[in-house]
């Protein structure tokens, strides 16, 4: 089986659960993968900071070498374009860890009343409750009808009054005004080639 890239794993499932993770990939591939997100989520709380901060940062962190840490460095860059426009998913992946979170900590204080309000909010906010969106059959999709006209109020514009006599008019009046106009017919054009390149006849001389 082929091992996955990494840019392809992170683009699938930076913000995957991490037990979702493990029946995916396997333990190389999950260790990388969330050490990923955690960096790419340093460097959204940390913009100014220089890529050798980086590498310092999560050396330490994590142990790895620094051609490691620079391997990852290199993803987090190509994430960042496609993940900042969608950070939204993000926010999203985070408020639901924090509603987890709180129903976690409820349960163990058997708070029955905070764990009803943290699933009420997971499950509002996860929109559980509506039912999944169905694509129209093709055979229900009717092409819109279109009709031929030359009323141009149609387009919000205000139609001319008489128009076709207007038209009529113009059309008489430029005739009227090109009377003097002349047809020409096609002339070959007189050159005078045997005056401009003389020629010795059959008997050219050349000169070599």
Known sequence: MAVPKIIDVCRLDLFTNEAELKEKYDAVVVARLMRVRDEYQWTLANPDLSDRQFVEEFVGRSGMSESAIYADLAVIKQLLPALSASSRDYHRWKANQ???????????????????????????????????????????????????????????????????????????????????????????????????????????????
Do not use: C, W
Not at 114 to 135: F, G, H, I, P, W
Not at 184 to 191: C, K, T
């Open 98 to 208: 924090m509603l987890l979170e709180t129903y976690q900590m409820a349960k163990k204080r058997k708070d029955t009343k905070t764990m009803e309000r943290a699933a009420s909010s997971y499950a509002k906010y996860n929109r559980v409750d509506l039912e999944d969106e169905q694509a129209m059959p093709f055979d229900l999709i009717v092409v819109q009808p279109f009709t031929a006209t030359n009323d141009p109020s149609v387009l919000g514009i205000k139609p001319t009054p008489n128009i076709d006599r207007r038209i009529k008019e113009m059309i008489e009046k430029y005739r009227k005004e090109s009377l003097d106009i002349e047809d020409v017919e096609f002339e070959e054009a007189d050159l005078e080639e045997n005056d401009l390149f003389l020629t010795n006849g059959p008997e050219e001389t050349h000169i070599l």
